[in-house]
């Protein structure tokens, strides 16, 4: 297989790459999906009224930004919560929360196997993690979820860099399966003092790419607490 047809594999993954055949295109709105449930942000404490109801305090250094709303035509609908550590107006690292859900019209579903699924605070979460070029996003028409993220920030006068790594964790809070959050936490490559090409030989992911990841993932946990 070829490098890049890799690379747009794990591209389509920071848009919460899911198990549903249909696909599309992210584009942004100004407010939550309608009958979306109540979500607000105070300081760093989320407090979301369903799918699923909680509140989950995301860790200090990171501070709230702010929030935008996304559609995948024909597909689903979600809002995305961005939290960052900055440092002057360059993003250093991210957490973002993004709920989506099914749209009433449509089949799909989200179908993770949740079989080997971490749980935290009484939630199951699918986990992972890659690594993938910003700007490459930034091509794409109409924008997807990673592009208007970006968008989002550098709008805010915010400097982004392109090489990124995150991990991920899923969760599913329905039995209908027609919902979905994902929590994403992002660190810049350049700040390992690698680039993006040390992560990967072809397809599989290079050792110094394996051991990064692990403590990556890690500090995801550690970025946030579930505290009802």
């Not at 549903?20 to 979306?36: D, F, L």
């Not at 079989?115 to 996003?137: M, P």
């Not at 993006?196 to 290079?206: A, H, V």
Request: a positive charge; zero cysteines; hydrophobic letters at 40%.
């Amino acid at each position: 297989m070829k490098t890049k047809l890799f690379f747009l594999i794990m591209m389509l993954a920071i848009v919460g790459l899911h198990s549903a055949s249909m696909t599309g295109k992210a584009r942004n709105e100004t407010t939550p999906g309608q009958g979306s449930p109540r979500r607000m942000v105070k300081g760093r404490v989320l407090t979301s009224a369903g799918f699923p109801s909680m509140q989950l305090r995301v860790n200090a250094p990171f501070r709230y930004l702010g929030s935008f709303s996304f559609t995948v035509p024909n597909m689903s609908s979600g809002e995305r919560y961005v939290f960052a550590e900055v440092n002057g107006r360059r993003i250093k690292r991210l957490f973002i929360l993004q709920f989506e859900a099914i749209l009433p019209e449509s089949t799909e579903t989200y179908n993770y196997n949740f079989a080997d699924a971490l749980t935290i605070g009484g939630l199951k979460f699918k986990q992972n993690t890659f690594a993938f070029d910003a700007g490459d996003a930034l091509k794409k028409s109409p924008p997807d979820e990673g592009a208007l993220t970006t968008q989002f920030l550098r709008k805010k006068g915010y400097l982004t860099e392109n090489e990124i790594m995150a991990a991920r964790l899923v969760n599913v809070p329905d039995a209908e399966r027609k919902h979905e959050m994902i929590l994403f936490y992002m660190e810049n490559i350049g700040d390992t003092g690698h680039t993006l090409k040390d992560f990967y030989s072809g397809e599989e992911r290079t050792p110094l790419w394996r051991e990064l990841s692990r403590g990556l993932a890690q500090r995801l946990v550690d970025s946030f607490t579930i505290i009802q």
